[in-house]
């Protein structure tokens, strides 16, 4: 079944550096004043950022060359270290709390977020499932409830902690996993039907996410409250118009809109390059989608396939959210928008990833 | 294997159809945030940006009909200061407590207000020119000067009550400032800057200006001379006889524009915070309401000869000094009463008895039907705030003796303004007017008319014919009778005198009236209707004719010189009274010695001016009318000197 080892795919990795240079570039854009004042050094977040890069380059280029199989072999022991950090972090003196969440886990810039890994760690493990009993996917009780009752399991602690926006794209992804694997369409609309019955739950169990919702609905509603992040987003993407005011040009950035290095670095973006520019990294995106899908499909074996599909779906439905919100599509659920946003853990994980999906290109055999 | 794999392969097609939707819709909605929305999301993202310094707007000035400015504006620009831009708010708040002579923990906390603007009230606010150069001067970076201006009536106390007053926002609060505010405060424009959203400078946007418009001057009906002589006289009755109040209204009888207006007690519009509301709230001549008294019967006479009821010079009336009706005595204002007279001379007299037959004659709804019609009992439309309706009997409770008092003008209730209104329509041909006052607005700095008001005519109330003879019953009142105190030799005045009793609680006051006179001129083509009403004068017999005819003489032929109107020479000769001054020719003493002048003993008081012995020059001039016993001055020059 082993092919000769292929150059990585140009394309993919092409897009990926277009997109990381046009995330630095937005960095320093959107973070110069924030960091001026609160750090006294307007490249403060660059220069993090560009470490947070190197560490990533690095870590990509290491997995690029460690063939996907060893995934396969170690799944199980991922996915149990997940496990015990996704724990771990939810106990007081361990974890750490921002931003009214238990995600952090660590001191100072060496913190990371458990859930982010648990994201990837639920992906390698689960195409190891899926790959191995695919047979059984079909039958509820033997092949999908065995999966889901994991998935649960890591959902139900990254809501303890709580962090919606990482569990629901962890969920996502792994809904996309399950469904390319071929569970039953029938089982899907009952499971659709479940989750969403538990994501009423979830909103009604929290009146603020249901203010988040109703925000996005009518942010003008409550522009200062909730309907704030939503219209200071659009204030920021609206002016920008087709060509944008140019860079570092931004108004938005000036402290209207919150933490404008992170989750609202699109609305930047589209500020100061307009919907060119904007249109363009949606685009880079697009390609990206493709190719990933590209190395699924010509991926030598399932569990490739569905390694590469996993870390597809996991990126792409962050930029989709992302996006979504900064554009007010989506109510604000607080995920950061992959290469770009402003963010260590989470930069070096999604080029890790990366890295895995790279390797399955090397991988590819032409498909009759 | 392979089976399930095709299964893959297809459901990974169909996710990457999904994905390319996806892309397709995000693409699209960021179009549509960006063009659709983009301009009224730009335009809300500027207004949050930007932090605004107001640019007051003028108001309007407010002109006389001959371009006199009444009200106007002087610069008064205010201090705002952007506490997020001052580097050193402590040497900052010492210089501008320096300045502005406010305490510098103060202004210290003006410039450190968590606000992106603050405004220095009340020291910063509204000073001179010269203080904000110095604060100009000062140079502090997010200190800044916004234009303002306040109001400024040059003329003081003159016509306040019409004039009003606006406030500190430059607001229309009373009177013609709040009438017509909407034309005549512009709209303010603004210097915007914009700001982070910590309320710092932001860079790379320049200042926006955007020009206040300045409001729409206001050119009036009012004649600033006419009104200056209301005020003049009103000021002589006020020292006179400390009233309790006093009102004047002159009026164009063809055209309802009125030429002045103005009430006493009055005020300064620039003080009105220390005046009682009451004072500057209530504009007398429309607000007010009492019975007309006898000036009403002006209204019982045009009826009456509308009617064909009276025949004035040949039908008599014999007035044993009271009428009974309906088992009551109604008594003429006259002891005795004035015996057999003729209808004219009914009027002359203001006899009561007279008017109560006339009143009878012409029954009740007749006279009601003139009496509405001449406008009495609904607002007259004059371009004022709180206008009066008067009070008027519910006609179905008028008896005999209703009928009766309200022929001679008790128990009805009007504004002074429904009188001058009604009166003029009665001696203008039978025309009835809309009173107004502004008369044209004007463009801000070029004075182009751009919108001109025209006199409105409700409805012709008496014929020509019969409005002549109101003229001539009424020039009559002046001449032989009750009006006597406002004849003006040379003007042929009209008029109607009234003294009205004041009921408090259902009662009539003891000593108490309000006296008045309605007069107009020339009386063979009205010019110029004056009313003017004096509360309980003190000192003196409570009576029209006594105190307010004399007043309405005054103003109406000062008015009538000043407006070029020219004196006449066939009036109705006066007919005098034992205490009546006996006006005589100034005979021609020109050329005469002083020696001739002592022989020839005028009856006159003699004034010289110069040196000499040989009048040169005469002053009244020969052949004009002077009061017996008054002066004469004469200019002297030396006969023998000159003819050398």
Redesign the interface.
């Known amino acids: 079944m082993r092919k000769e080892i292929q150059p990585v795919d140009k394309i993919l990795l092409t897009s990926l550096i277009c997109l990381l240079v046009i995330g630095l570039f937005m960095v320093y854009s959107a973070s110069s004043?924030l960091g001026e004042?609160s750090q006294n050094d307007p490249f403060y977040f660059l220069k993090r950022q560009f470490i947070f890069t190197t560490a990533g380059f690095a870590a990509m280029a290491a997995l690029m060359r460690v063939d996907y199989w060893f995934w396969q072999r170690w799944s199980l022991l991922v996915l149990v270290f997940c496990f015990i950090f996704l724990v771990l972090v939810l106990i007081p003196g361990i974890g750490m709390v921002r931003g009214g969440a238990r995600s952090w886990i660590g001191a100072g810039a060496f913190s990371i977020q458990p859930a982010e890994f648990m994201k990837l760690g639920m992906i390698i493990y689960l195409a190891h499932y899926l790959a191995r009993y695919?047979?059984r996917i079909t039958d509820f009780r033997r092949g999908l409830f065995p999966a889901l009752l994991r998935i649960f399991a890591a959902f139900a602690l990254i809501m303890m902690q709580p962090d919606l926006g990482t569990g629901a794209v962890m969920a996502g992804t792994c809904f996309?996993l399950l469904?390319?694997?071929?569970a039953r369409i029938r089982h899907f609309f009952a499971l659709a039907g479940a989750g969403l019955l538990g994501f009423i739950g979830l909103i009604a169990s929290a009146p603020y996410r249901m203010q988040r919702i109703t925000s996005f609905l009518d942010p003008w509603s409550d522009p200062l409250e909730t309907g704030f992040q939503i219209i200071q987003s659009?204030?920021?993407?609206?002016?920008?118009?087709?060509f944008g005011l140019g860079f570092g040009?931004s108004?938005?950035k000036?402290?209207?809109l919150p933490e404008p290095q992170t989750d609202f670095i699109f609305a930047i973006l589209?500020e100061e390059a307009?919907?060119i520019g904007?249109?363009f990294v949606?685009?880079l995106?697009?390609i990206l989608?493709?190719r990933g899908?590209t190395a699924?499909?010509t991926a030598p074996d399932?569990y490739g396939?569905?390694l590469a599909?996993g870390i597809c779906?996991m990126i792409?439905l962050q930029v989709?959210i992302n996006?979504?919100v900064v554009?007010?599509?989506f109510p604000v659920t607080g995920i950061t928008l992959p290469f770009l946003s402003y963010g260590g853990s989470s930069l070096t994980l999604l080029m890790a990833a990366v890295g895995i999906l790279l390797n399955i290109t090397r991988h590819r055999t032409d498909?009759h | 294997?392979r089976v399930?794999?095709v299964?893959?392969?297809k459901?990974?097609?169909f996710?990457?159809a999904v994905?390319?939707v996806?892309?397709v819709?995000?693409?699209l909605?960021?179009?549509f945030?960006?063009?659709s929305?983009?301009d009224?999301?730009?335009e809300?993202?500027r207004d949050?940006?930007s932090r605004d310094v107001p640019f007051e707007a003028e108001r309007g000035e407010i002109l006389d009909r001959n371009g006199e400015v009444l009200a106007t504006n002087v610069s008064a620009p205010s201090v705002i200061a952007a506490p997020r831009q001052i580097e050193d708010p402590e040497q900052s708040a010492e210089q501008l407590a320096d300045v502005l002579g406010a305490g510098e923990d103060k202004v210290y906390e003006w410039l450190t207000k968590n606000q992106s603007l603050v405004r220095l009230s009340p020291e910063g606010r509204k000073i001179s020119k010269e203080k904000a150069k110095e604060v100009r001067d000062l140079e502090i970076e997010g200190i800044y000067i916004a234009e303002d201006n306040k109001r400024h009536y040059p003329k003081g106390k003159y016509l306040s009550h019409v004039l009003g007053f606006a406030g500190i926002d430059n607001q229309g609060l009373t009177g013609l400032e709040q009438y017509y505010d909407d034309k005549l405060k512009g709209e303010a424009g603004r210097v915007s800057f914009?700001s982070?959203?910590?309320g710092r400078k932001?860079e790379?946007?320049a200042d926006e200006y955007e020009e206040p418009t300045p409001g729409e001057d206001l050119s009036l009906t009012i004649d600033a001379k006419v009104q200056t002589i209301i005020e003049r006289e009103l000021d002589i009755a006020e020292a006179t006889y400390n009233p309790d109040g006093a009102l004047a209204i002159a009026m164009d009888p063809d055209s309802g524009e009125i030429l002045g207006m103005s009430s006493r007690p009055d005020f300064h519009p620039e003080e009105f915070r220390d005046i009682p509301a009451e004072v500057y709230n209530q504009n007398k001549p429309v607000w007010s309401q009492y019975e007309p008294g006898s000036t009403f019967k002006i209204i019982t006479l045009a009826a009456a000869l509308e009617e064909g009821k009276v025949d004035l010079e040949n039908d008599h009336f014999n007035d044993p000094g009271y009428i009974e009706v309906s088992g009551t005595k109604l008594h003429c204002w006259k002891k005795g009463g004035h015996g057999e007279q003729t209808f004219l001379e009914v009027v002359q007299n203001s006899c009561n008895p007279g008017f109560v037959a006339l009143g009878e004659r012409l029954g009740k709804d007749t006279l009601f039907d003139y009496i509405e019609n001449f406008g009495f009992g609904k607002k007259t439309g004059i371009d004022l705030q709180g206008e009066g309706t008067g009070i008027l009997f519910d006609r179905e409770n008028v008896g005999p003796l209703e009928l009766a008092t309200t022929a001679f003008g008790q128990g009805v209730s009007v504004t002074p303004l429904q009188q001058v209104t009604a009166v003029a329509a009665a001696v203008n041909g039978g025309y009835l007017y809309e009173p107004y006052l502004a008369k044209e607005w004007l463009e801000a700095d070029s004075g182009t008319v751009i919108e001109a008001n025209t006199p409105t005519m409700r409805q012709q109330v008496i014929s020509e014919e019969t409005s002549d003879e109101v003229r001539n019953a009424l020039e009559h009142v002046v001449a032989k009778g009750t009006g006597r105190g406002a004849f003006v030799d040379g003007y042929r005045i009209g008029g109607k005198t009234g003294t009205a009793q004041k009921a408090v609680d259902g009662k009539y006051l003891e000593n108490n009236h309000i006296v008045s006179f309605i007069g107009f001129a020339p009386a063979n083509d009205p010019e110029i209707v004056v009313y003017t009403a004096i509360d309980n004068p003190k000192d003196t017999l409570q009576f029209g004719g006594i105190v307010a005819a004399p007043i309405v003489g005054n103003i109406i032929s000062d008015s009538l010189s000043v407006m070029g109107v020219e004196k006449q020479q066939d009036q109705l000769e006066k007919e005098r009274n034992w205490d009546d001054e006996v006006l005589v020719e100034t005979p021609d003493v020109t050329g005469k010695s002083l020696k001739e002048l002592h022989e020839a003993y005028y009856p006159f008081q003699i004034e010289k001016e110069g040196e000499g012995n040989v009048v040169i020059a005469q002053s009244p001039k020969a052949g004009e009318k002077i009061r017996e016993g008054g002066t004469i001055r004469l200019y002297l020059d030396d006969k023998s000197n000159s003819s050398d």
Not at chain 1, 234 to 242: E, S, W
């Open positions: 004043a004042f695919q047979k996309v469904f390319v694997a071929g659009l204030y920021a993407v609206g002016p920008g118009g087709l040009d108004r938005q000036y402290y209207y589209a307009g919907f904007a249109g949606v685009l995106f697009g989608l493709w899908l699924a499909m399932m396939s569905l599909t779906g792409f989709l996006i979504g554009t007010g599509l498909y | 294997m399930s794999f299964t893959v392969r459901r990974l097609f996710v990457l994905g390319a996806a892309i819709v995000l693409l909605r960021l179009g945030v960006q063009f929305m983009g009224w999301l730009s809300l993202a949050s940006w914009f982070d959203a910590k932001l790379g946007m």
